[in-house]
Nanobody, 115 residues
Framework: QVQVVESGGGLVQPGGSLRLSCAASGFTVSNYAVYWHRQAPGKERELVAHINIAGRTNYADSVKDRFTISRDNAKNTVYLQMNSLKPEDTAVYYC?????????WGQGTQVTVSS
């Protein structure tokens, strides 16, 4: 059964760090492009970061130089390292994986940045 499960969210103070994990089962993440999106209350879902099959990465301007997406093929897991967190980073973060004709989404993990 194909499954994507996010973990690692929580409450953190501004300037703090969190590492989100995206664990895949039933498929091999190295064969897919993997994306992190987020959605805050009252705001549209936005793309935060992605990594392609070749391992190249891209980031939204709002998180560039603060977030890092990476892939551990041995663990079949993708990570999002989030540093220098800001209150505006507060959102539910979703991991997804896609290739031609298929797309898988996780249920999301809550990140709250607040003092």
């Amino acid at each position: 059964q194909v499954q994507v499960v996010e973990s690692g969210g929580g409450l953190v103070q501004p300037g703090g760090s969190l590492r989100l994990s995206c664990a895949a089962s039933g498929f091999t993440v190295s064969n897919y492009a993997v994306y992190w999106h987020r959605q805050a209350p009252g705001k549209e879902r936005e793309l935060v970061a992605h990594i392609n099959i070749a391992g190249r990465t891209n980031y939204a301007d709002s998180v560039k130089d603060r977030f890092t997406i990476s892939r551990d093929n041995a663990k079949n897991t993708v990570y999002l390292q989030m540093n220098s967190l800001k209150p505006e980073d507060t959102a539910v973060y979703y991991c997804s994986a896609g290739r031609a004709w298929v797309e898988y989404w996780g249920q999301g993990t809550q990140v709250t940045v607040s003092s």
